[in-house]
Nanobody
Framework: EVQLQASGGGLVQAGGSLRLSCAAS????????IGWFRQAPGKEREGVSC????????YYADSVKGRFTISSASAENTVYLQMNSLKPEDSAVYYC????????????????WGQGTLVTVSS
C-alpha cells in the first residue's frame, strides 16, 4: 500500500532551520511527484514545494523561494525539505503528498497524503 510519512518538525527560533523528511513506500518512487503542503490554523492548505522524483523538476511558492530547498533521495525513497531563515509565518502543519505526473503544486491534484508534522517558529 502507498504510505507517506512526514517527520522532522519541531520548535525553532526565527532565523533557524529545520529539515523535513517524507519517507515513501508502496509505489515506484521515481514515477511520482512529491509535494510539500502546509496548513496554519484558520487558513487553507497551500503548496510549499513540489518535485518530480525521477527528473528533479521543482516548484517553490513565492513565499519560500530562496529560503527552502526540496530534494529527492531516490535510493532512500525519501524527499527532503530544507527550511532555512524560518519566520513565524512559516508555522504550520506540513504534509507530504504524492501523485503520478509532473510536480503540480496544488492540493487537488494529489491522490496520496501522509500525516503532517508540526513546525512552530517562535519570534
Amino acid at each position: 500500500e502507498v504510505q507517506l510519512q512526514a517527520s522532522g518538525g519541531g520548535l525553532v527560533q526565527a532565523g533557524g532551520s529545520l529539515r523535513l523528511s517524507c519517507a515513501a513506500s508502496g509505489f515506484t518512487f521515481d514515477d511520482y511527484a512529491i509535494g510539500w503542503f502546509r496548513q496554519a490554523p484558520g487558513k487553507e492548505r497551500e503548496g510549499v514545494s513540489c518535485i518530480s522524483s525521477g527528473e528533479g523538476t521543482t516548484y517553490y511558492a513565492d513565499s519560500v523561494k530562496g529560503r527552502f530547498t526540496i530534494s529527492s533521495a531516490s535510493a532512500e525513497n525519501t524527499v527532503y525539505l530544507q527550511m532555512n531563515s524560518l519566520k513565524p509565518e512559516d508555522s504550520a502543519v506540513y504534509y507530504c503528498a504524492a501523485n503520478k505526473g509532473e510536480p503540480l503544486c496544488y492540493v487537488g491534484w494529489y491522490d496520496y497524503w501522509g500525516q503532517g508534522t508540526l513546525v512552530t517558529v517562535s519570534s
